[in-house]
């Protein structure tokens, strides 16, 4: 099945937004086995509109058309979708009903405008949006079933999710249970993930599993698309692959599908009722910033500056030297300081030198509780930025790691042997 | 003159990427006068991207082609060029040399591979890449003059701006100088500014300046994109648009072109030898993490809390209060408990309520020195994220004002009157 993706609009065309809608729904679409032939940007532009729709349905079996259903005159898509199929267009008496609703309900009189959203091309197929005032519609021109979403980000995806993607599964005749299984991963790099799980796509029958990987630097996630006849089908499918990514990437394993490692941090800390304090010098106030979109209160102070004295002085002692054991000794200070039970102490300290590929540092990293004070040291190179995120992302893990009772010194793929 | 974008690679097609190439090279082109007429989408596949050429090289006047010039198989630009322009493909000799050398300097050897990367079709345009192995070059295919582009980011705008644009704009006839005036704002929305600046290009003569604006939430950015025969004829067109800019504008202007509200902050404070400590309240560590890209060390310290007596505690109070006077006591004690000579305090206190588009804050602000102690009050609505973003740059915008001795109090449009 040929699927095509046709986004609309002078902003994204123009370049000043960056088009993440078709990223999203070529994705959704690419994690249900379903696959994307071409991507269109056009501008708000009646031509260029009904050039591109022809276009798009003689090649292709389904088209995602994106933007263009706002009630401003320059939101062309029912227009020119009726044009491209031989209608008109007619008013859709129950969604004008719904935005005078709205409205309403706001304690405003919806603008005369509006009515243009209600306007729908004649026989077509309505689909809901039941977070905005841009309904969504499908029709047929030529080989191609056409449908129509909002551009507002989160309006479309949920339209894609709750609406489109089960029409499009229906129609491509796949099987229609899929499910997403994704394992984040922090130290492996993506060509070492792509050697340790090759092969693991035998264990599941008739090429229902897909193995793919997404780097976000620094985590990597490894994810597997499966379809089958239902859910217990698909449970049985990804049991034996599950197992398989669990064993070959171990304790790297950050967390799974919709867990953060700062949401298993959190978790951890709650479980044992603690109470974080952290201090980070060079990192700029990353592991600060991962932390606190804590709303618990358990993150309870976190002190960031590129001065060991300043931060040595913060944590109650006189002087501090940047190494090893005076990052341990900054960790158990702070703790009495901050009346924390846990702290995490990250001292980074660069090269002195310009920043280029083989600009490093060196990562001195302590955590301390009542029970024990554990420390890691690394070294990492590959650019000021690389080396500040992986910085980050190695301090994070290593309180994961000593929160979890796993080993804080598992050497990762990007530190020097 | 028609311009077009074709993209090429799965990763962006499937979504894995998101394609900022697009819209890098697109605001290029647009800063410059020029217009995009459509952006296309392709994988590495050989029928697509032909169909993809042919179908362009009759509708545009240039093709911006990006990707698929790297050593693998599955890069099928120069081949699948050579194919729609009807020519073989040769070895480029120079460019071999050049990667022979390149690879030499690393101490390797080149791998075989990489020689693909020398070959180009017969009588193409070689274009340099002074950063990578993946050359560029013109062809013409039917109507349209090609350009291809590789698909790494800054070997991509490097080429774009050094090479191809310059060949375009002689190739478009347009006069070839052009600049690009940039203000950066914070505090008056978009449909504001564009109110406040309405007909400000007629000041210039023939059209040959034209007003955008980009919105970086909370920031907008102003510009003037400006073309003339030569610089002089630039600076003279420009004055009195910048002037009008400036005193309507006024204060809300940051900084312009390539300086940034952080780097005016620095400058300010370097002016007066000061030093900074910062504490600051349920804004997740954003001040500090913006603060702290400085690597001049004239940031001292930086305190994050979601608790105010942690915070009363870390500058040397015995305890706090949630309000404005209790801001200014913690500015206060913060510059003698960490020894500097500035202080900023940002105390954002959200509604217990649940996040939606209602959602606000009370914000704290408060700024001192061995001079003076100022505050700043406000309110906030529009959803977490949001005001999150709008606290912290309100505070970084009251340091910047106070350090300029401009009024820390002037009223923004995003918060309530």
């Known amino acids: 099945m040929k699927i095509e993706i046709l986004c609309t609009g002078d902003e994204i065309l123009t370049?000043?937004?960056?088009?993440?809608?078709?990223?999203?729904?070529?994705?959704?679409?690419?994690?249900?086995?379903?696959?994307?032939?071409?991507?269109?940007?056009?501008?708000?532009?009646?031509?260029?509109?009904?050039?591109?729709?022809?276009?798009?349905?003689?090649?292709?079996?389904?088209?995602?058309?994106?933007?263009?259903?706002?009630?401003?005159?320059?939101?062309?898509?029912?227009?020119v979708a009726a044009h491209a199929a031989g209608v008109e267009l007619e008013l859709y008496q129950p969604?004008?009903?719904?935005?005078?609703?709205?409205?309403e309900s706001r304690g405003r009189q919806m603008p005369e405008n509006n009515t243009k959203q209600a306007m729908l091309p004649v026989g077509c197929e309505f689909i809901d949006n039941p977070v905005g005032t841009a309904c969504g519609f499908a029709v047929t021109i030529n080989n191609a079933r056409f449908f129509f979403t909002p551009g507002v980000p989160h309006e479309m995806r949920r339209m894609i999710n709750e609406e489109i993607l089960p029409r499009i599964l229906k129609l491509s005749g796949l099987t229609v249970v899929t499910r997403l299984k994704r394992f984040h991963s922090f130290g492996i790099g993506e060509s070492r993930a792509d050697q340790l799980l090759r092969g693991i796509e035998d264990l599941a029958p008739d090429n229902s599993v897909k193995l793919g990987f997404q780097s976000h630097f620094p985590q990597l996630e490894t994810k597997l698309a499966a379809i089958g006849k239902d859910e217990e089908t698909l449970n049985a499918t990804l049991a034996p692959l599950e197992a398989r990514i669990r064993q070959s990437m171990g304790n790297f394993i950050l967390c799974e599908d919709n867990q953060t490692l700062e949401s298993e941090i959190l978790k951890a800390l709650g479980e044992v009722s603690g109470t974080l304090a952290t201090i980070e010098m060079t990192t700029g106030g990353l592991i600060s910033q991962r932390l606190n979109t804590d709303q618990s209160g358990s993150v309870v102070c976190s002190i960031v500056s590129q001065n060991i004295q300043q931060l040595a002085q913060a944590s109650g002692l006189e002087r501090a030297t940047l190494d090893i054991s005076s990052a341990a000794e900054i960790a158990i200070a702070l703790r009495r300081q901050s009346a924390s039970s846990h702290s995490l102490v990250s001292l980074m300290v660069p090269d002195e030198a310009d920043d280029s590929r083989d600009f490093g540092a060196d990562v001195?990293?302590?955590?301390?509780?009542?029970?024990?004070?554990?420390?890691?040291?690394?070294?990492?190179?590959?650019?000021?930025?690389?080396?500040?995120?992986?910085?980050?992302?190695?301090?994070?893990?290593?309180?994961?790691?000593?929160?979890?009772?796993?080993?804080?010194?598992?050497?990762?793929?990007?530190?020097?042997?």
């Open 15 to 79: 370049g000043k937004t960056v088009n993440t809608n078709h990223s999203y729904i070529a994705r959704r679409f690419t994690d249900n086995a379903l696959q994307i032939t071409r991507g269109t940007t056009v501008g708000d532009d009646r031509e260029s509109l009904l050039a591109a729709f022809q276009q798009a349905s003689v090649r292709a079996d389904a088209v995602i058309v994106n933007g263009g259903l706002g009630p401003t005159v320059d939101d062309l898509s029912q227009e």
């Open 95 to 103: 969604w004008l009903e719904k935005l005078k609703k709205y409205y």
């Open 364 to 417: 001195y990293i302590a955590l301390s509780s009542p029970e024990s004070t554990v420390t890691r040291k690394s070294r990492l190179t590959g650019g000021r930025k690389w080396i500040t995120l992986g910085a980050t992302e190695m301090s994070l893990d290593c309180l994961r790691r000593y929160l979890l009772d796993l080993p804080v010194d598992e050497k990762i793929d990007f530190e020097q042997h």
